[in-house]
C-alpha cells in the first residue's frame, strides 16, 4: 500500500446522516468518527489482502492445519474492531 495513496469511500447518505447526528449528539466531530470508520475498512481489507497473499505463497497441501489456525486467527485480530 503506498503512504502517499488517496482513498475514498461513498458512504451511504443515511449513514453519514446517522454519524452526524450521534456526533453531533456527544458533542464530537463528525469527520473524526469519518476518519476512524475509514481506518477500520483499509485495516480490514488489507490483513484480507495480507491473508490472500499467505495462503496464495503456501501453495496447496503445504500449511498444516495448526498454521492455517493460526492464519485464520491473525486475520481476526487484525480485522477485530477497536
Known amino acids: 500500500?503506498?503512504?502517499?495513496?488517496?482513498y475514498r469511500m461513498r458512504v451511504p447518505r443515511k449513514t453519514l446522516a446517522a454519524i452526524k447526528r450521534v456526533a453531533a449528539a456527544n458533542g464530537e466531530?463528525?469527520?473524526?468518527?469519518?476518519?476512524?470508520?475509514?481506518?477500520?475498512?483499509?485495516?480490514?481489507?488489507l490483513a484480507a489482502i495480507q491473508l490472500?497473499?499467505?495462503l496464495r505463497a503456501a501453495g496447496p497441501g503445504s500449511l498444516t492445519e495448526d498454521e492455517a489456525v493460526d492464519i485464520v486467527h491473525e486475520a481476526r485480530r487484525a480485522t477485530r474492531a477497536r
Open 1 to 6: 500500500m503506498r503512504k502517499d495513496a488517496v
Open 29 to 45: 466531530d463528525a469527520s473524526a468518527w469519518g476518519r476512524a470508520i475509514i481506518e477500520t475498512e483499509l485495516r480490514r481489507d
Open 52 to 54: 490472500r497473499d499467505q
